[in-house]
């Protein structure tokens, strides 16, 4: 190499470690240093700052009989543990993404990018440390990056696990989340508590700030890997077992009889979907239900295109 050449790529090569690091200083106030788990390059600023879009941390939750803010037919999060049931509005969560809440004393964070569809619930107990969550304002393959409070570590919905910060490489708990619709979340838990508006912020959960996004081919922020083979909002239901994925898109679960026996990664799994409110859950051969993540094909695919997928015969 000569001496011009080589003067050139020092530079060129200088240019591109400065950009990295002027980038990384500059996303929201994140310190991701030099070895996040993540390319930096690859973060987007979602618009928002770092919680322009306010997690709700003090949730207020009414009794199922005596509201009338949500409808029948209206997407929402259902969870149930320690023999308590509770629903979070798709409505509500467009605008907060993060409800920081407790099921009697066990915290847990609730999760939803309306970019990608993707609700996903945690423990919030890590490493014997009581986490609470926010919305970083920043986005990897679409998808919401949150980040804790007390560490200031980001973490990937996705992935499950921190890619920046004290907490970087540790994996988050999930619990069994069911995206569903109201009523169909009532049959199953008549005594369920429903997330209220009365938040304690001015929005106006009648609207829809994605009013269309699903309808779109489009995706609005940059992605790793994409796959032709569904439309990229197609819902899947994704699982991981053994360091293995699988989808489980809701067009194929719609061809069978709504029961689907299937084996992966050595395994005897039972599918059950409901087509009248397009949900469906995975459980084991002993009936335990496993914790996957109801979303769009393009963003499970983004993150996992090693995946399996499951066709109807």
Partial sequence: MSMKRAYGFTLGLLSM????????????????????????????????????????????????????EVRPDDPILGLEMAGVAKAYPIAVMNWHEIVNDRFDSRPVVVTYCPLCGSGVAYTARVSGMELTFGVSGLLYNSDVLLYDRQTDSL????????????????????????????????????????????????????????????????VWFPVQKKDPRFHPKERVVGLELDGRFKAYPLSELSQTKGEVNDRFAGQVLSVEFDPGSQSASIRRADGKVIPTINSFWFAWYAFHPETEVYRAP
């Fill in 155 to 218: 973490w990937s919905q996705m992935l499950s696990k921190a890619i920046s910060g004290p907490m970087k490489g540790t994996r988050l708990t999930m619990l069994p989340l069911t995206h569903t619709t109201w009523s169909h979340w009532l049959e199953g838990h008549p005594d369920s508590l429903l997330l209220s508006r009365k938040s304690g912020f001015k929005r106006n959960y009648d609207k829809d700030p994605y009013a269309g996004y699903e309808d779109e081919k489009g």
């Fill in 17 to 68: 470690l400065m950009t990295t690091h002027i980038l990384a200083e500059r996303l929201n106030g994140f310190d991701l240093g030099d070895d996040a788990l993540i390319p930096v390059a690859d973060i987007h600023s979602g618009g928002p700052g770092r919680d322009g879009i306010p997690s709700i941390d003090k949730p207020r939750f009414v009794a199922a009989t005596s509201t009338g």
